[in-house]
């Protein structure tokens, strides 16, 4: 027989008061509630005041990443940082990465020696005009020519220019820096400029907008197969000028879009005349309604990110003597003054080194890109040339360092100068 258990609702409801008075002291009083340890936050240091031993033991300490390596440099002592990829001050967090490079002191002469450099040669500076779509062997012309002078390219002919000039390690600058002496490319490479001429339709064709009202740009157009070259290989610094115009890029509902765009992704833009004028036919106040007007469109549009140098139509005048250069440079239209600080000419062969003591800024030549067996100033034979005084970087912007040579003047103000 079963026994009746007795429930002692007494003890019960004293045992649920009870439970009810802890929860609220408890609520009163949150000192007495255990608290989750919140982690103290981490800055990142001033690395050069360390030695090596010193940045491992940080970043071993605050679970960092670290990666270093090492370079020479002229003003920072052997074995002290040089730069570090997250600054002072900076919150660091478990598993960061860090890279630190090193200095490795004083450059020794063996070091220039050794990887040929030579500040004081040739940049090509390359033109280009139409870049058509099609393949070399659907044209009737030598190579990759479009037309009987070559002034139009195939796109096949193109990717092939890209990959030869970065594979015969060019790199990409701005014409703009190059001008102004202001070349940085990595040690052992060259410099090489690319422009295009007329604004054309194929330099940036676009095939419409995106969700975003970004443009579309045709892979198969210049700036889409340099958009290409841009992602395979990111350390071509890939850019080129181009120099439009009264019609811009000949596409009226993409124009503005497209300056912008451009100017936003590393390119430049330039002047070549408000209706692609001979300047060597026309008089002086005609000359100048032809720059000045372009300079107005673009200061409309992108205003003070377009570069002030004109590519002459049809490479004229053709001397600096002639009436209207000067008003290529300076001049006034429509109650503005402008200013230009150099003037393209279509060119056939490689520039002077910004640093040599005659080099003219005002009047500069370009490699016309097209094929011609390697005659005639065609891409060939002007890279056979460039092999016998070729600009070739110290990687060091704020050096000019070249092989000694008596019969050498250099033009630089701001840069030191090394010769070895």
């Known amino acids: 027989m079963k026994r009746k258990v007795k429930i002692k609702w007494k003890n019960i409801l004293l045992g649920v008061i009870t439970i009810v008075f802890l929860v609220v002291l408890l609520s009163k009083v949150p000192s007495l509630i255990p608290k989750k340890s919140v982690e103290k936050e981490v800055k990142m240091v001033d690395l050069s005041l360390y030695k090596k031993e010193d940045i491992e033991k940080f970043c071993g ?5 670290l990666t270093i390596e090492y370079q020479y440099n002229r003003k920072v002592e052997e074995g002290r940082v040089i730069s570090q990829s997250i600054e002072k001050e900076v919150p660091i967090k478990k598993d960061d990465t860090i890279k630190v490079v090193i200095s490795k002191g004083e ?16 940049v090509p500076i390359m033109m280009y005009h139409g870049i058509i779509d099609m393949k070399n062997e659907d044209t009737k012309y030598t ?69 975003n009202g970004e443009i579309i740009i045709d892979p198969n157009s210049a700036v889409g ?4 070259f841009k992602k395979k290989y990111p350390d071509f610094h890939v850019t080129a000028t181009f120099f439009v115009n009264a019609t811009l890029f000949d596409q009226k509902e993409y124009n503005v879009k497209i300056l912008k765009w451009l100017v936003k992704n590393g390119y430049d833009i330039g002047n070549h005349s408000m209706t692609h004028a ?44 002639h009436e209207n250069f000067p008003f290529i440079l300076n001049g006034e239209y429509d109650g503005k003054t402008y200013e230009s600080i150099s003037a393209l000419r279509v060119g056939w062969d490689s520039e002077t080194s910004p640093f040599i003591e005659n ?9 016309r890109a097209y094929d011609n067996n390697g005659l005639e100033f065609d891409i060939e034979m002007c890279f ?22 008596p019969n050498v003047n250099i033009q630089s103000e701001k840069l030191d100068v090394i010769a070895y």
């Open 61 to 65: 300490e605050n679970h960092l990443s």
């Open 107 to 122: 450059i020794p002469r063996s070091f220039y020696e050794e990887n040929k450099v030579n500040e004081l040669g040739n």
């Open 143 to 211: 190579g990759g020519n479009v037309d009987k002078d070559g002034y139009n390219r195939t796109s096949e002919a193109f990717i092939n220019d890209l990959e030869f000039y970065y594979q015969n390690n060019y790199r990409m600058i701005r014409l703009v820096d190059y001008v102004n002496g202001n070349i940085d490319v990595e040690l052992g490479k060259s410099p090489i400029v690319l422009t295009f001429d007329d604004g054309r339709e194929d330099s940036i064709k676009v095939t419409g907008l995106d969700e």
């Open 225 to 228: 197969i340099l958009e290409q």
């Open 278 to 321: 001979d300047f060597s036919k026309i008089n002086t106040k005609k000359a100048q309604e032809e720059i000045g007007g372009v300079y107005q469109i673009l200061e409309e549009i992108i205003p003070k990110e377009y570069i002030k140098i004109v590519a002459l139509p049809f490479g004229s005048p053709y001397k600096k003597s």
């Open 359 to 367: 080099f003219d800024s005002s009047f500069l030549k370009r490699i």
């Open 384 to 405: 056979r040339l460039l092999e016998k005084n070729r600009y070739i970087s110290d990687g060091d912007k704020t050096t000019i360092v070249y092989k000694k040579d």
